[in-house]
């Protein structure tokens, strides 16, 4: 049995492209047949827009129109006849009754001829089975698309002919990558489109958001881009967007986690720590020992929180419902004790900037950054403005990259660095900083695996974790052993 050939959009089998179209050849030229070659001359109110084109871009014609009154039309239109045009697209009836034709192409023609004051309107008769080929060609090629619409015309001649985007872009005379990235951006929330087709938001990098980040990102970006374009007045830039819509996505995350740990260990769940105990209070409300969370358990007043830190696997945060007694009663509950820990947790970050400060000053590795950079990447860490400041001092406190004192100034810089090997230097301080801010700024009650991996790194360099340091490593270590205990057990239930 023969193979089925594949047809086109007017059903014709699909044909390899020429090499190389002759340059005198025009666009009508290119996609009329022979038979279609006669000009009609139709009157202007015989002729309907087409329903499936996006309306016409026909702002200034003022210029076409006088050149019309001086040497005519020159260049013929596209039409299809009406009731040809409804028996294939009959849910258009409405929209182009009481004409006798529907135009294809042409439509600064039209509308300049009309400015013109011409009776007639010069046209090819193009059959109804290629309109769609047709329509493409007219726009994509002169650009009388968005994106946006291009997107949607791709879509719906695909829908309708049971196109795959390989024969879409071999009759729309475009690459696949093209089309692919167009169909992409359909998928954008509807205030992300609005701003693709106004030219607020580059195509490009509308294809790179929906490669970038995840639904639920995604949603938040064009709920706050909506926002922004509701209140004129807010400037935001579409990076400042999308980087307040990152935070908000992990911020419900740490919110959800936590609930998530509360609702499994039968305690209550607060979300705004310091609406409750008060801005300056809250702390003396926090837990940091494992033991002053066993007490407050056993008091019945132990809650969870979610985490303030940045990012967003990060471990809840143990509250007591309770107001601590006094410092110097003998009822403290361990608030001694955590003013001590707070104390150590203080003097360890010190001896950590102290080494950063002198470590920084010699090269690392090709192994050590990429070990890092790898880390840094997964868990989805970035280098905020408390991080760029941290990262220029200690790269400038060892010579090392741009010299501007100002942190947004010497972040800028950082693109202008040449040398490969100093830009190596400069990736493995800035996820220095990262993980150094991220540890010192970590109230959460164990440290993660990656915090314990960046701890690590540093003893490979030569620091010595403090008796404080060493015993949170420890903690972890054996929360770790025992989820890795409990995932097994839970597995060999299932089985």
Do not use: C
Request: no cysteine.
């Amino acid at each position: 049995m023969m193979a089925e050939k594949k047809t086109g959009l007017g059903g014709a089998p699909l044909q390899r492209r020429e090499p190389k179209a002759r340059k005198s050849a025009s666009l009508v030229s290119a996609v009329r047949t022979q038979d279609e070659s006669s000009v009609l001359y139709l009157a202007l109110s015989e002729i309907a827009d087409n329903p499936e084109n996006p309306e016409a871009r026909v702002q200034d014609v003022a210029e076409l129109a006088d050149s019309m009154r001086e040497v005519g039309q020159l260049q013929p239109g596209l039409v299809v006849d009406a009731g040809e045009f409804v028996a294939e697209y009959p849910q258009h009836a409405e929209a182009v009754a009481g004409r006798a034709w529907v135009l294809l192409a042409g439509h600064r023609r039209r509308a300049a001829a009309q400015a013109a004051g011409l009776d007639t309107f010069q046209a090819l008769r193009r059959g109804v089975a290629r309109l769609d080929e047709t329509v493409l060609h007219e726009n994509v090629h002169r650009k009388a698309l968005t994106a946006i619409e291009e997107a949607q015309a791709f879509g719906r001649v695909m829908e309708r002919r049971g196109l795959s985007q390989r024969d879409m872009a071999r009759h729309a005379g475009v690459s696949q990558s093209h089309v692919a990235k167009r169909l992409k951006l359909l998928k954008l929330p509807e205030s992300l489109q609005q701003a693709v087709s106004e030219d607020v938001l580059a195509p490009a990098k509308a294809v790179k958001l929906m490669t970038d980040e995840s639904e639920e990102t995604l949603a938040e970006i064009g709920a706050q881009w909506a926002d922004v374009e509701a209140r004129p007045g807010w400037a935001h830039s579409p990076a400042d967007i999308v980087h307040d819509a990152r935070q908000t996505v992990a911020r419900a995350r740490r919110v959800e986690a936590a609930r998530a740990k509360a609702d499994a260990e039968g305690v209550e769940f607060l979300e705004d720590p310091p609406a409750t105990f008060g801005q300056f209070k809250v702390y003396d409300h926090r837990l940091l020992t494992k033991k002053d969370v066993e007490a407050a358990r056993e008091r019945g007043d132990l809650v969870y929180a979610p985490s303030t830190s940045w990012g967003e696997n990060v471990e809840p945060l143990a509250y007591r419902r309770s107001v601590p007694t006094s410092p110097n009663t003998p009822s403290s509950d361990g608030q001694a004790e955590q003013r001590e820990r707070v104390k150590a947790d203080k003097a360890a970050t010190k001896a950590r900037r102290a080494f950063l400060a002198e470590t920084v000053k010699r090269k690392p590795t090709t192994a050590e950054v990429t070990r890092l950079l790898t880390m840094t990447a997964l868990a989805g860490e970035s280098m905020m403005s408390h991080v760029t400041g941290l990262a220029r001092q200690l790269a400038q406190g060892a010579g090392i990259g741009p010299a501007q004192e100002i942190d947004w100034d010497w972040r800028g810089a950082l693109a202008d660095v040449e040398k490969a090997s100093t830009r190596e230097h400069l990736a493995w301080i800035i996820t220095l900083a990262i993980w150094e801010d991220r540890i010192k700024n970590s109230h959460s009650l164990y440290l993660s695996t990656e915090d314990i991996a960046y701890l690590e790194h540093l003893t490979e360099r030569g620091y010595v974790l403090s008796d404080f340091e060493q015993e949170k490593v420890n903690d972890a270590r054996a929360r770790l052993q025992e989820d890795a205990a409990e995932d097994q057990d839970s597995e060999g239930e299932q089985a």
